[in-house]
């Protein structure tokens, strides 16, 4: 918005170079994780903005946490880059969602140490590739702009020593930190399937066949087969794999709970056919396969292994068991022993050696259904050699993905990787902006506690105040400087309903904090979901969450019993206006559990026409004259296509129970027939959700909102919402 709220409200001005006068100025940096921007820090007077009288907006108040954005990043790894999960498994980065549980690490004292975080956001693109080859033989696909950790600092994969590409970057001199080479799991096949369960079986199971008298039958034949354990993932997974094998089991609960041991769940079979089927299955190969070795430490681990104190090992009591399991081992090139306590029932065990490294790399090798070896907590150290060997250049563009996550890094096979970002190539939803708008962020580090003091008078009334009007508040610099969760609390603190409108899933950081404020404050949540189209998305938006993690923002609002009305925005003409392109996007929205929904074509103003008209022509020409037409003399669209989108999108708000009705949930504040436009336009309103309910001051009633909304005069300049 721009009105009032393009004031800074700084303290004393300060001049940079290049830049304009800035109050309050405290320092101007420029980090290496956002190459291509300067945040100036500063120390702001006002945290609130007033919104004019004159304003078709429904609200009197906002907040600017940012000015400018740093919305976008470099997109840094191949999709095929594993990624070390929270359970200790790996997955691929391409298959990485928003909400996943993954390991990062953080310092603690002088020592860094692994910690599990989560998945704020996920983008792909397309980005000249490397490779960097470690001296244990790791091998990692990345752009030049990303960083790994080393034993001197975060470095760049490729950087010059001098001229505008001067950064730190790697050499032949350099060690990265982790544990290194790790390997991928092998595919479920018949062999692995077989040595899982020959594991499992002989492991911890009770599979006999025995004979007694019985009284009127000609004999007393039992046959028995029962695993109980208190680990069900592996129970699970020896269901599946008898299953497979057409075998038929069925589940009891075999012990209780107690002070001191966990509940014990079971499989069992007494059927004849399957137990010598299982007997068939379990017996010893007189040749083992790769295949069947690797699912035969799967199956031997779950039913008898574990990993506590530093120390993974197997324990068993039968020879042959553990004869086979110490082959399985030196097969694959481990370093194990046998270790023998003495004990009566003559358990021994079969103890792993090498750390963490060899721990991670036997898990990620054989797969087991049991995770046991999560590293949270554990300090960063480890014997591989993680020397750099070399850097190649690939010369081909690649498929190139990226995350940010709670801690700012992961680790990607086997090495700590940080999170990426970089200056946009464009920004063409955030309809003001431009150069210095994408590269330089002014920062308001003391935006919670000027805004607690100006909610603190006795003068304030307790307006509504609305966050993400012009610069969204959870953009990727959110997660640097950590400005929200003060903002939220102040407001939800002095009993001041709020919105926020973002299309940052770093707003899923603060999810419990805005559970708790509701329950103090009516609050409005409102997400923007721009382009369906996945093709479309990565050409126009390579720098913004996909659709997909936008919807499961969505989800998490609404699993967590929030509001949240989403904004189909902008719709394209003649790209994504058709009715299968609707009603797809308009399904997810309401699947994820939206409570209200508003469609906006999209409007062109200067700077953002450029840019978009450069990049129609060069992907559908044939299209140019048609856009030439629609937006020949302003901004937005024509009221002829507007109406033709609103009858079109009418029956499919219906369809997806979206439209106004009584008794739901996901109603619309205005008539179906009136949702296209822009917010602030006389024909569109707000989603459902998106605005605080409950008639607190400074919210206009919503007949005298239609009454402006539908007033039909042009909308001022004065009178925009940038759809983030």
Same mark, same amino acid.
């Given at each position: 918005?721009?009105?009032?709220?393009?004031?800074?409200?700084?303290?004393?001005?300060?001049?940079?170079?290049?830049?304009?006068?800035?109050?309050?100025?405290l320092?101007?940096?420029?980090?290496?994780?956002?190459?291509?921007?300067?945040?100036?820090? /500063?120390?702001?007077?006002?945290?609130?903005?007033?919104?004019?009288?004159?304003?078709?907006?429904?609200?009197?108040?906002?907040?600017?946490?940012?000015?400018?954005?740093?919305?976008?990043?470099?997109?840094?790894?191949?999709?095929?880059?594993?990624?070390?999960?929270?359970?200790?498994?790996?997955?691929?980065?391409?298959?990485?969602?928003?909400?996943?549980?993954?390991?990062?690490?953080?310092?603690?004292?002088?020592?860094?140490?692994?910690?599990?975080?989560?998945?704020?956001?996920?983008?792909?693109?397309?980005?000249?590739?490397?490779? /960097?080859?470690?001296?244990?033989?790791?091998?990692?696909?990345?752009?030049?702009?990303?960083?790994?950790?080393?034993?001197?600092?975060?470095?760049? /994969?490729?950087?010059?020593?001098?001229?505008?590409?001067?950064?730190?970057?790697?050499?032949?001199? #350099?060690?990265?930190?982790?544990?290194?080479?790790?390997v991928?799991?092998?595919?479920?096949?018949?062999?692995?399937?077989?040595?899982?369960?020959?594991? !499992?079986?002989?492991?911890?199971?009770?599979?006999?066949?025995?004979?007694?008298?019985?009284?009127?039958?000609?004999?007393?034949?039992?046959?028995?087969?029962?695993?109980?354990?208190?680990?069900?993932?592996?129970?699970?997974?020896?269901?599946?794999?008898l299953?497979?094998?057409?075998?038929?089991?069925?589940?009891?609960?075999?012990?209780?709970?107690?002070?001191?041991?966990?509940? !014990?769940?079971?499989?069992?079979?007494?059927?004849?056919?399957?137990?010598?089927?299982?007997m068939?299955?379990?017996?010893?190969?007189?040749?083992?396969?790769?295949?069947?070795?690797?699912?035969?430490?799967?199956?031997?681990f779950?039913?008898?292994?574990?990993?506590?104190?530093?120390?993974?090992?197997?324990?068993?009591?039968?020879?042959?068991?553990?004869?086979?399991?110490?082959e399985?081992?030196?097969?694959?090139?481990f370093?194990?022993?046998?270790?023998?306590?003495?004990?009566?029932?003559?358990?021994?065990?079969?103890?792993?050696?090498?750390?963490?490294?060899?721990?991670?790399?036997?898990?990620?090798? /054989?797969?087991?259904?049991?995770?046991?070896?999560t590293?949270?907590? !554990?300090?960063?150290?480890?014997?591989?050699?993680?020397?750099?060997?070399?850097?190649?250049?690939?010369?081909?563009?690649?498929?190139?993905?990226?995350?940010?996550?709670?801690?700012?890094?992961?680790?990607?096979?086997?090495?700590?990787?940080?999170?990426?970002?970089?200056?946009?190539?464009?920004?063409?939803?955030?309809?003001?902006?431009?150069?210095?708008?994408?590269?330089?962020?002014?920062v308001?580090?003391?935006?919670?506690?000027?805004?607690?003091?100006?909610?603190?008078?006795?003068?304030?009334?307790h307006?509504?105040?609305?966050?993400?009007?012009?610069?969204?508040?959870?953009?990727?610099?959110?997660?640097?400087?950590?400005? !929200?969760?003060?903002?939220?609390?102040?407001?939800?603190?002095?009993?001041?309903?709020?919105?926020?409108?973002?299309?940052?899933?770093?707003?899923?950081?603060?999810?419990?904090?805005?559970?708790?404020?509701?329950?103090?404050?009516?609050?409005?949540?409102?997400?923007s979901?721009?382009?369906?189209?996945?093709?479309?998305?990565?050409?126009?938006?390579?720098?913004?969450?996909?659709?997909?993690?936008?919807?499961?923002?969505?989800?998490?609002?609404?699993?967590?019993?929030?509001?949240?009305?989403?904004?189909?925005?902008?719709?394209?003409?003649?790209?994504?206006?058709?009715?299968?392109?609707?009603?797809?996007?308009?399904?997810?929205?309401?699947?994820?559990?939206?409570?209200?929904?508003?469609?906006?074509?999209?409007?062109?103003?200067?700077?953002?026409?450029?840019?978009?008209m450069?990049?129609?022509?060069?992907?559908?020409?044939?299209?140019?004259?048609?856009?030439?037409?629609?937006?020949?003399?302003?901004?937005?669209?024509?009221?002829?296509?507007?109406?033709?989108?609103?009858?079109?999108?009418?029956?499919?708000?219906?369809?997806?129970?979206? #439209?106004?009705?009584?008794?739901?949930?996901?109603?619309?504040?205005? #008539?179906?027939?009136?949702?296209?436009?822009v917010p602030?336009d006389?024909?569109?309103?707000?989603?459902?959700?998106?605005?605080?309910t409950?008639?607190?001051?400074?919210?206009?009633?919503?007949?005298?909102?239609?009454?402006?909304?539908?007033?039909?005069?042009?909308?001022?300049?004065?009178?925009?919402?940038?759809?983030?």
């Amino acid at each position: 918005m721009r009105w009032d709220a393009q004031r800074l409200d700084l303290e004393e001005p300060t001049t940079l170079p290049g830049m304009p006068s800035i109050r309050g100025l405290l320092r101007s940096v420029q980090v290496p994780e956002f190459p291509g921007l300067t945040f100036h820090e /500063v120390r702001a007077k006002s945290a609130l903005n007033h919104v004019p009288g004159e304003s078709a907006m429904p609200f009197p108040w906002t907040i600017n946490p940012y000015r400018g954005c740093s919305h976008s990043c470099v997109y840094c790894l191949s999709g095929d880059t594993r990624i070390l999960m929270a359970d200790g498994s790996q997955r691929n980065l391409s298959d990485l969602r928003v909400g996943d549980r993954i390991v990062g690490t953080e310092k603690r004292g002088t020592y860094r140490h692994y910690v599990e975080t989560e998945v704020l956001a996920h983008w792909s693109t397309v980005k000249p590739a490397h490779r /960097v080859i470690l001296r244990d033989g790791t091998e990692i696909v990345a752009s030049g702009d990303h960083r790994f950790l080393t034993g001197r600092g975060w470095k760049h /994969v490729t950087g010059s020593m001098s001229g505008a590409g001067q950064r730190p970057y790697l050499t032949t001199n #350099d060690s990265l930190l982790g544990f290194g080479r790790t390997v991928g799991a092998l595919d479920a096949c018949d062999d692995y399937r077989r040595g899982y369960l020959t594991g !499992m079986v002989r492991g911890d199971a009770d599979l006999k066949v025995y004979r007694y008298a019985r009284s009127g039958r000609k004999h007393g034949d039992v046959h028995r087969f029962r695993l109980a354990l208190a680990d069900r993932e592996g129970l699970h997974r020896t269901h599946a794999d008898l299953t497979q094998e057409g075998v038929t089991t069925d589940w009891f609960d075999f012990t209780p709970a107690t002070e001191r041991r966990r509940a !014990m769940t079971a499989i069992r079979t007494s059927a004849a056919a399957s137990v010598a089927r299982i007997m068939r299955l379990t017996e010893w190969p007189g040749e083992t396969t790769t295949a069947w070795q690797r699912g035969f430490l799967a199956g031997i681990f779950d039913a008898g292994g574990s990993r506590s104190q530093g120390v993974l090992r197997i324990s068993n009591a039968d020879d042959e068991i553990l004869r086979r399991t110490g082959e399985a081992f030196a097969a694959f090139g481990f370093d194990a022993v046998l270790e023998d306590t003495g004990l009566t029932n003559r358990v021994r065990t079969v103890r792993l050696r090498g750390g963490l490294r060899e721990h991670l790399r036997f898990v990620h090798l /054989v797969d087991p259904a049991v995770r046991k070896c999560t590293v949270d907590g !554990m300090a960063v150290k480890s014997d591989a050699d993680l020397r750099v060997v070399c850097i190649e250049d690939l010369g081909r563009e690649m498929p190139m993905f990226d995350i940010t996550t709670g801690t700012g890094d992961f680790v990607a096979n086997g090495v700590i990787s940080h999170n990426c970002f970089a200056r946009k190539t464009h920004e063409w939803l955030e309809m003001d902006s431009g150069r210095d708008f994408d590269s330089q962020v002014v920062v308001k580090t003391n935006l919670a506690d000027v805004l607690r003091r100006e909610l603190s008078r006795p003068s304030w009334k307790h307006e509504h105040v609305a966050l993400g009007t012009n610069t969204d508040p959870y953009q990727r610099a959110e997660g640097r400087y950590k400005l !929200m969760p003060g903002v939220i609390r102040a407001l939800a603190d002095s009993g001041t309903p709020f919105s926020i409108l973002t299309k940052g899933t770093l707003l899923r950081r603060d999810i419990p904090l805005l559970v708790e404020a509701a329950g103090q404050v009516p609050l409005g949540l409102g997400v923007s979901l721009a382009i369906w189209d996945d093709e479309l998305h990565n050409g126009l938006e390579p720098g913004v969450p996909t659709p997909k993690a936008r919807l499961d923002l969505v989800r998490a609002l609404a699993d967590a019993g929030l509001p949240c009305g989403v904004f189909l925005a902008p719709v394209l003409p003649a790209l994504t206006d058709g009715v299968d392109d609707l009603d797809a996007a308009l399904g997810a929205i309401a699947a994820a559990g939206a409570t209200g929904v508003t469609v906006i074509p999209l409007h062109l103003r200067p700077g953002a026409r450029e840019w978009f008209m450069a990049w129609l022509a060069r992907e559908h020409p044939e299209l140019v004259p048609r856009y030439q037409q629609l937006y020949a003399r302003r901004a937005y669209v024509p009221a002829e296509y507007r109406t033709w989108l609103a009858q079109r999108v009418a029956p499919l708000l219906t369809k997806h129970s979206l #439209d106004r009705h009584s008794g739901g949930t996901a109603r619309k504040v205005v #008539d179906p027939v009136i949702t296209s436009g822009v917010p602030g336009d006389p024909e569109v309103g707000f989603p459902d959700g998106s605005l605080p309910t409950g008639g607190m001051p400074g919210v206009r009633p919503k007949s005298e909102l239609a009454s402006v909304l539908r007033a039909g005069t042009a909308p001022d300049e004065g009178d925009q919402l940038t759809l983030l």
